[in-house]
Structures are given as C-alpha cells and as structure tokens.
C-alpha cells in the first residue's frame, strides 16, 4: 500500500466556540442538540489570548495575567460541561482550552469537523448589533459548514421550515444539498429561494437593455432555480419543497423569507471567482441582518459539505 496516500478526511464530530457570551451560550445550545440529534461528539472549543488583556507600553505579557485567564477559561468550559451533562446526559463532550486565536483554533478544527458553530454577533457595544469580526473570519476561512447563531428573541414565537438561497453556481448546489440534508434530519419543509434584481445581461461588459419584460426576465429565473433543484426531490422524497422566485435585493430577500424558518443555508461568496478567498457581500450580508441561525457553506476540495 502506498504510505504516501492520502486517506479521505472522515468528518464526523461537531464542533463548538464558547466565549462566555449570550451568543455564545445560544452557540453550544444549538451545537449540543444539532450533535445529539446525528448521535456524534461535541468538542467544546474555548480559547484565549492573554495579550488582548495586559496591555502595556513595553514588556510581555505578565506570567500571573496568562495564569488568571487559563483558570477563568477553564472555570467556563467546567461550567459549559456541567450544564451539558445535566441536558444531554448521552451526549459525548470532549472539552479543551487552548491558548491563542480563536479563529485560527476553530479553524483549525474546521479541517475534520462536520460543522463547527459560533456565535453571531460581538460580545457588547456597538459590536453587539454586528456580526462578529470572529464569525465572518470563520465563515470566511472554514474547511467545512459553519452555523453562526444569534441570540434567541424571547417574543419570536415557533420557528417553522429551512430556507436556502439559489443563484445557479456550484457553490449554490453545496448550499442546496447541506439545506435539504438538515430538512431531513430535522423533518421540516424546505424553501429554495432565488432572488433577482437586473436582467440578465447578454455578455461581459455589455450593457443591460433599456427596455425589458420582468415577466419574461421572472420565467427565465424560473428555469434557473428549477435546474439548479433537479434530480434534489428524488435523493429527498419527504422533504416538502417549496419553490420562490422573487424581484428584489437578495439579502433582503432571504432574510425576510426567514425570518420565522429554523435556519437559513447560503453559499459563501457569489458567482465570481474573485470572491473565492472572501465572504460574499449576500452571505456578508445575511450574516449581519438574519435574526435566525445562518449556514455558510464553503466549497469543499471532495465535495463533502454535510
């Protein structure tokens, strides 16, 4: 056998960042029944960067600062796993604390995770109505789904159905398949959405027509998002499906079209290939205004994004 062959990742487990934060509490709620539901483990991922608390003109970083946080970080990922075994008595937690990035760790862990989930928004101030510089690193850079979690309103009543967002890439067909995977699993209906708001154009660098029919522009949309869900209804027979489309921004689109779902799928970035190192600016955008969990699905080098 060829030892320098590489074997295939195999992506089981759920991965988890726990920062302390309501987000952060709304994160591992949401990781723990997402891995009790698929019967795999959790990894509980806390990490700390002393620097970012000792701040001072000259000098390192003081030995009894690192020594503080490590005990308070240690304190919560204790905590984390005592309110875990009490509420998933089955479930398999395995719990660390690691000095440095979070980014770079969940990351990191990203590589042979099936999903990682975070936190949506920042920890206090203004932050607080922004999606975290953290979550877009991670939704940006991750080797496999991430599931960014806000915050749960305590007057919102039952969520209903999972929405994905439609464009007609390949980027778009991961984000179809992770979106009727999770339908599935959780037995609830899906709505395929796709969103348009110009046109098409009829080449590169080519202006739009003066003169147009939406209707007909609306039929032509239509065929995009039918081919872009066929054969989907076949591989998924109980997952109910329901087709949109609609002349509008999409950002504004999704999110209002989610607002009372469970959760809303996107691809991480558009159609061009310039974006392909960068968050897309409509899974920029959802991130920053959805009141509901959001998967970003990256592309995945073997094509597994479940």
């Not at 700390?48 to 001072?56: A, G, I, K, L, N």
């Not at 110009?198 to 081919?227: H, I, N, Q, W």
């Not at 999409?250 to 970035?269: F, T």
Request: charged share 20%.
């Amino acid at each position: 056998m060829d030892s320098t062959a590489q074997e295939p990742v195999v992506r089981r487990n759920v991965v988890v960042g726990v920062d302390g934060s309501d987000t952060g509490r709304a994160a591992v709620e949401y990781a723990a029944d997402l891995a009790a539901r698929r019967g795999v483990p959790l990894h509980v991922v806390h990490a700390f960067e002393p620097s970012q608390y000792d701040v001072r003109p000259m000098g390192g970083v003081r030995p009894e600062t690192t020594s503080v946080m490590r005990n308070a970080a240690e304190r919560l990922i204790d905590q984390t796993v005592e309110v875990l075994a009490f509420a998933y008595p089955h479930l398999e937690v395995v719990a660390r604390v690691e000095p440095g990035s979070a980014e770079l760790k969940l990351i990191e862990e990203s590589q042979t995770a099936a999903t990682v989930v975070v936190g949506a928004r920042g920890t206090g101030g203004f932050a607080a109505l922004l999606v975290g510089s953290t979550t877009l690193h991670i939704a940006t850079h991750a080797h496999c789904p991430v599931i960014a979690v806000p915050v749960p309103d305590e007057h919102a009543g039952p969520r209903h159905g999972i929405v994905v967002g439609v464009d007609g890439s390949q980027l778009s067909e991961d984000a179809i398949g992770f979106a009727f995977a999770m339908a599935a699993e959780t037995q609830q209906p899906l709505t395929a959405l796709h969103a348009w708001s110009d046109p098409a154009r009829t080449g590169v660098g080519l202006m739009m027509p003066l003169v147009y029919d939406p209707a007909e522009v609306s039929k032509e949309e239509e065929v995009v998002l039918a081919e872009s869900m066929a054969g989907w209804g076949e591989k998924y027979p109980d997952v109910p499906v329901t087709h949109r489309v609609v002349n509008g921004h999409a950002v504004y689109s999704l999110v209002s079209a989610a607002a009372d779902a469970q959760l809303l799928v996107v691809g991480s970035h558009g159609r061009g290939d310039f974006r392909s190192l960068l968050l897309g600016s409509v899974s920029h955008g959802v991130l920053h205004h959805a009141t509901v969990p959001v998967a970003i699905i990256r592309r995945e080098r073997h094509g597994h994004t479940h």
